[in-house]
C-alpha cells in the first residue's frame, strides 16, 4: 500500500489544518454561532413568493415605458375567467348572463384586484353606444341590469351584435362563451389566497351546462404558489434517497451524518444570508438548493473518503484528518472560487431576480467551503472513531495497485474504471480527443443556432399542455382576439394632443398595420374605436360613416360624447383623462414565440420611426407594453445575459486553473469537458423543446460548477500521483480508482435523488431534473475520461517533470 497515499504535501497547508485543530473548540463555537443567527433569520424574515418587480429588468425600455404608464393604463397582469355553455346553447339566456355578471361582482371582492380594470359584458364600463329621438347616447351594454326574459335577453343580444369591440373580445365568435377580464397590480397580491378564491368563484357559476375557465399570467403564478407543497415533498425525497445512498457507500452512520452536516449547516447560511438582506424565494427556483446541495455533498465526500484512505494507512486519527484535508485544501478551495465566481456571473443580468440569486447562490457556495474543509475535521476529531479494519478502503488501494489485467478480473466498478483507463490510454485517447472536439463544434453550431430564448408562453413552459391552465389559455385563444396584449402607446408632445385627427388617424392606422402585418394578431382596441363608431351613429348608423370626423368640431363633439357617457375611471384603459395627452393602442395576440415577437417590435418600431419623420405629429410612438412587452424585456435579458454568463464563466475557470496549476494547458484541460457537458446539455435542451428562459436560465449556470468541481479534484490526484508513481499509466489508474470512485459515486447519487422530479406535476420542475440529471452524468463522465485522455496529449507540467521513461 505504501506509495499509494501522497505525502509530498504543501508545509504551509499542514500547518493551517494544524491550526485548526488546535483551536478547533473556538471554531466550532464560532461556526455554532453563526448557524443560530442564520437560523434565526430564516425563522422570521425568509418568504417563497413570486414578487413580479423581481422579475422585470427595470433598465430595459419596455419595463420603463410600462412602470410609466401602468396607472393610467392598468397592470398587465390580466386575469381571465371564461364561461362557457357545454349544452351547445348560446349564452343569451338569463341564466348564464347571470353567472357573468355574480362572477364580476365576485372578482370584485378578490384582495389586489384593479377595480378600474375589470370589465366583462355585466360591467358598467363596456358601453353601448345608439342613436334614438333624443339622439346619440352611451350606455352600459347591460344597460338595465340582468336581463329577465327571453325577449330582453333577445335585445341584450343586439345590443352586442350592434357595439363594435365586444364580438370577439368579450363573447365568443360562436356565441357560446363570455369572458371577464380583471388586472392585479404585482405588489401586495397573495397569490395563494388569489387561487383559491379565484377557484371558489369559478366553482360557484359551473353546473352541468357552465365550465369556467381561468387563465392569464396572475393565475400562472397562483399556481405555482399552490404547487409549493408537492415542490417541498419532492425535495424531501430527494434528501432522503441521497442519504440512502450514502449509506449503501459508506456503510457506516458517520457516511451520512457529515456529509448531511455540511450540507445542512451550508444551507442554513445560504438561506439565512438571503433572508437578512430581504431576499425572496421564488417557488419556480426552489431546484436551485438542490444544485447547491450538490456541492455540498460533492466536497464532504471526497474529503470523507480522502480521510479514510489516510487513516488505513497510519492509523491515527489526527494524522489521517490533518494529512487528508492539508491535501484536498488546494483543490477545495480552487473549486469552491471558481463555483462562487461562477456563480456570482449570473448577476451579469439585470433580472433583480437573477442578482440576488448570484448573491445569495454565491455566498452558499462559499459556506460549503467552510462547512467542509473546517466544520467536518471538527466532527471527525470530536464524534468519529473509524475502524482501521475498512475492508472497502483496503480493497480500494489493492485495487489500484494491481496491474490493469489483475483489475479487469475484478468487480463492477474496477471493470468500468478498466474501460475508462482504456479510453484514455496511449492509442484511444486520440480518438476521444477528436469526439470531444466534434461535440463541441458540431453540436456547439446547432445548439448557438437553434437554442431557443422564451418560445413558448409562459404558461407552455411551466406546466405540461393538458393541464387546466393551457387548457384555458387555448380556449382564450381559440374563442377571442387573443389571449396575450401588446400595448403601444401614444405619448403626446402637448396636453390634449390625442384630440387632434392626425393623432386619431395614426392610431387608426396602426390598428389597421398591426392586424394585417404581425402575425397572430386578432383584434386591437383603442380610443378611435370609439370615435369611429360614434361618429357613425351620428349618420344613423350607415357602416360609409364608419371614420374619424374632417373637422376638429366634429371630434370636438366625439370625446365631449365620451367625457358626458363615461364615468370617472373609464376611459383610462385608452386615453389619460383630464388632459387627452396620453392614449395607447392594445393588440391582442393569439399565439406568438420569441423570434415572431421580435419581428413584430421591430415593425413596430420601423413604423415609429416613419411616423417620427412628420414634423406635424403632437405625439410620439413609444413601444411596447402590456405582457408582451414585458416577456420581450426579459427574453432579450435571458438572450444575452446566458452567452455573456458562459463567457464570463469559462474565462474565469481558465484564469484560476492555470493560476493554481501553473499550467495553461491544465487550465485548457479542465475546460474541455466542461464545454462537452454544456454543449450536450444545450443538445438536450432543443431535443425536448426546453426553453431558456428567466426560470431555467439559472438552473443550468449554476449546475457548469459541478462538472469543474469534478474535474479540479481529478484533476489535483492526478497530479499527485504523477510526483509518486513510476509510469502516467499507474498514476491514472490511481486517480481513477480513488477520486474517481468518489466522483461517480456523488454524480451518481445526486442524479438518483434527482430523478424524483421527474414525477413533479409541474413541467417546468421535471424539466430542470432531468437537466441536472443530465449535466450530473454527462460531467462526470466527461471528467473521467476526458482529463486522464488530454493530460497524456498535453502533457501538462506536472506531467512533464514524470520524465520520457515515466509516459511510455
Not at 471558481?338 to 449570473?346: K, R
Not at 440529471?773 to 488530454?790: S, T
Request: glycine residues 8%.
Amino acid at each position: 500500500m505504501g506509495g499509494m497515499l501522497n505525502k509530498n504535501i504543501s508545509p504551509l497547508w499542514l500547518k493551517f489544518v494544524g491550526f485548526q485543530m488546535k483551536h478547533r473548540l473556538s471554531f466550532f463555537m464560532a461556526m455554532f454561532l453563526v448557524t443560530c443567527l442564520s437560523f434565526y433569520s430564516i425563522v422570521t424574515r425568509l418568504e417563497i413568493k413570486t414578487d413580479f418587480f423581481e422579475i422585470y429588468p427595470p433598465k430595459h425600455e419596455y419595463i420603463k415605458l410600462y412602470k410609466e404608464f401602468r396607472k393610467m393604463f392598468g397592470s398587465a397582469n390580466v386575469l381571465t375567467m371564461i364561461i362557457e355553455r357545454t349544452d351547445g346553447k348560446d349564452i343569451y339566456n338569463t341564466e348564464t348572463l347571470r353567472k357573468i355578471n355574480e362572477l364580476t361582482l365576485g372578482i370584485m371582492e378578490v384582495d389586489g384586484c384593479n377595480l378600474i380594470q375589470l370589465t366583462s359584458i355585466a360591467h358598467p364600463k363596456i358601453k353601448q353606444i345608439s342613436l334614438s329621438c333624443q339622439g346619440v347616447s352611451i350606455y352600459p351594454l347591460m344597460r338595465n341590469g340582468v336581463p329577465k326574459s327571453k325577449r330582453e335577453c333577445q335585445e341584450f343580444k343586439k345590443a352586442v351584435y350592434a357595439t363594435q369591440g365586444v364580438r370577439g373580445f368579450y363573447v365568443s365568435f360562436d356565441d357560446k362563451s363570455t369572458v371577464l377580464y380583471a388586472g392585479f397590480w404585482e405588489e401586495g397580491v397573495d397569490l395563494l389566497e388569489l387561487f383559491h378564491s379565484v377557484k371558489k368563484l369559478a366553482s360557484s357559476v359551473e353546473d352541468e351546462n357552465h365550465k369556467c375557465y381561468i387563465a392569464g399570467y396572475p393565475m400562472l403564478y397562483a399556481w405555482i404558489s399552490y404547487y409549493r407543497t408537492q415542490v417541498f415533498g419532492i425535495l424531501c425525497v430527494t434528501v432522503f434517497a441521497m442519504l440512502l445512498l450514502l449509506i449503501l457507500y459508506f456503510r457506516r452512520l458517520a457516511g451520512v451524518m457529515i456529509p448531511a452536516v455540511s450540507g445542512l449547516v451550508s444551507a442554513i447560511w445560504g438561506l439565512g444570508f438571503a433572508a437578512a438582506l430581504g431576499i425572496n424565494l421564488d417557488p419556480l427556483l426552489l431546484v436551485v438548493p438542490i444544485l447547491l446541495s450538490a456541492r455540498a455533498l460533492s466536497h464532504s465526500c471526497q474529503c470523507l473518503e480522502r480521510f479514510h484512505q489516510e487513516f488505513v494507512e497510519c492509523n491515527n486519527k489526527d494524522e489521517a484528518i490533518i494529512t487528508a484535508y492539508s491535501a484536498l485544501y488546494p483543490p477545495a478551495m480552487l473549486a469552491i472560487i471558481t463555483d462562487g465566481l461562477g456563480v456570482l456571473t449570473i448577476a451579469i443580468a439585470t433580472i433583480p431576480l437573477m442578482q440576488k440569486l448570484a448573491y445569495f447562490s454565491s455566498f452558499w457556495i462559499i459556506s460549503i467551503f467552510l462547512a467542509v474543509m473546517v466544520l467536518n475535521p471538527i466532527i471527525i476529531s470530536y464524534f468519529y472513531s473509524p475502524s482501521i479494519d475498512d475492508k472497502k478502503i483496503k480493497k480500494m488501494i489493492e485495487s489500484a495497485q494491481i496491474s490493469e489485467k489483475g483489475a479487469g478480473r475484478a468487480g463492477l466498478y474496477i471493470q468500468f474504471v478498466n474501460l475508462i483507463h482504456a479510453l484514455s490510454g496511449p492509442r484511444a485517447k486520440w480518438g476521444v480527443a477528436g469526439a470531444a472536439l466534434a461535440i463541441i463544434l458540431i453540436g456547439g453550431y446547432f445548439s448557438t443556432t437553434y437554442l431557443k430564448v422564451g418560445d413558448s408562453s409562459p404558461g407552455g413552459a411551466i406546466l405540461y399542455p393538458d393541464h387546466p391552465y393551457n387548457i384555458a389559455m387555448q380556449k382564450v385563444n381559440s374563442d377571442f382576439a387573443g389571449a396575450s396584449r401588446l400595448i403601444v402607446v401614444f405619448e403626446g408632445k402637448e396636453k390634449g394632443a390625442i384630440k387632434y385627427r392626425n393623432t386619431l388617424v395614426d392610431m387608426d392606422n396602426l390598428g389597421l398595420y398591426m392586424r394585417h402585418n404581425i402575425k397572430g394578431v386578432g383584434g386591437t382596441l383603442s380610443l378611435t374605436d370609439l370615435v369611429r363608431q360614434i361618429f357613425r351613429m351620428y349618420h344613423e348608423g350607415s357602416p360609409k360613416w364608419d371614420m374619424v370626423p374632417q373637422k376638429r368640431t366634429h371630434i370636438g363633439q366625439m370625446f365631449y360624447q365620451l367625457s358626458t357617457g363615461m364615468a370617472p375611471g373609464e376611459m383610462d384603459r385608452f386615453v389619460s383623462i383630464p388632459e387627452f395627452q396620453d392614449a395607447s393602442v392594445t393588440a391582442f395576440l393569439q399565439s406568438y414565440s420569441h423570434d415572431s415577437i421580435k419581428e413584430a417590435i421591430k415593425k413596430l418600431k420601423d413604423y415609429r420611426d416613419k411616423m417620427a419623420l412628420d414634423p406635424e405629429s403632437k405625439v410620439r410612438m413609444r413601444v411596447c407594453g402590456g405582457i408582451l412587452g414585458i416577456l420581450a424585456a426579459v427574453n432579450e435579458e435571458v438572450e444575452w445575459s446566458y452567452w455573456a454568463i458562459l463567457i464570463v464563466v469559462f474565462i474565469t475557470t481558465f484564469l484560476l486553473c492555470t493560476f493554481t496549476y501553473r499550467s495553461f494547458k491544465a487550465g485548457f484541460i479542465l475546460l474541455i469537458p466542461l464545454a462537452v457537458s454544456q454543449v450536450i446539455c444545450e443538445l438536450i435542451m432543443l431535443m425536448l423543446h426546453i426553453d431558456l428562459n428567466i426560470d431555467s436560465l439559472p438552473v443550468t449556470a449554476i449546475g457548469i460548477g459541478v462538472g469543474i468541481d469534478y474535474g479540479i479534484y481529478l484533476m489535483s490526484r492526478l497530479k499527485e500521483e504523477c510526483a509518486i508513481q513510476s509510469s502516467f499509466e499507474k498514476a491514472r489508474m490511481v486517480a481513477l480508482m480513488t477520486t474517481g470512485r468518489v466522483i461517480m459515486f456523488t454524480a451518481l447519487t445526486l442524479s438518483f435523488g434527482v430523478g424524483f422530479w421527474l414525477f413533479s406535476v409541474m413541467k417546468f420542475c421535471a424539466e430542470m431534473g432531468l437537466l441536472i440529471l443530465v449535466l450530473m452524468i454527462f460531467n462526470m463522465i466527461a471528467a473521467l475520461i476526458l482529463i486522464p485522455a488530454l493530460s497524456g496529449i498535453f502533457k501538462p507540467s506536472f506531467v512533464k517533470k514524470m520524465g520520457k521513461e515515466a509516459l511510455i
